[in-house]
């Protein structure tokens, strides 16, 4: 009986956001914590960066691809202050030195490419799946470590823009593999 009123306490608590008392003040936790601030950053820096990758491409298929995904990138963000709230917290950025880094690199493809061609755009391709699997692996281990705390559902909030972020990557590879990569074999130097 007592296993029971338990389990129906944490079940109660993860609804609310709260998760497991017993983990609450917990070092995982605060990791937890922290990577969402991180990722939160991560979030709003690409919602500054997106236009610049769409201004740069040349592709229209690619130009939409990123405008579609800034404006999915602007809905993360919403999510994410969600999570902040479910967590009993204000939103709050700290600086992904991983998304600045790959942020950079797709800036100087955009610097050392031809504008209004193909292998710009091969580039820029290359540089948004980085973008995408960086948030993948952030978005699936962070789902996680939310089952873990008892989160479920700041887990079902992050499953969700993960399945986004696969979403982006296949198209981004849909693009590259439906001619982008195919003309820019065809460039000339």
Known sequence: ????????KSKTNSKKGG??????????????????KDIYWAEKHLVKTLP??????TSEELKTAFGDHLET???HVSRLEQVFQLLGQKPQAKKCEAMEGITKEGESIIEDTEEGTATRDVGLILAGQKVEHYEISTYGGLAQL???????????????TLSEEKEADQLLTSVAENGVNYQASEESK
């Not at 009986?1 to 129906?8: D, F, Q, R, V, Y």
């Not at 998760?19 to 969402?36: C, H, T």
């Open 1 to 8: 009986m007592k296993s029971e009123m338990t389990a129906t």
């Open 19 to 36: 998760g497991n008392p017993q983990v609450q003040d917990s070092r995982l936790e605060e990791f937890l914590k922290d990577e969402i």
């Open 52 to 57: 610049k990758m769409q201004k740069a491409a």
């Open 73 to 75: 990138t602007k809905q």
């Open 146 to 160: 939310a089952r873990t705390l008892s989160h479920d559902d700041i887990a079902e909030i992050l499953e969700t």
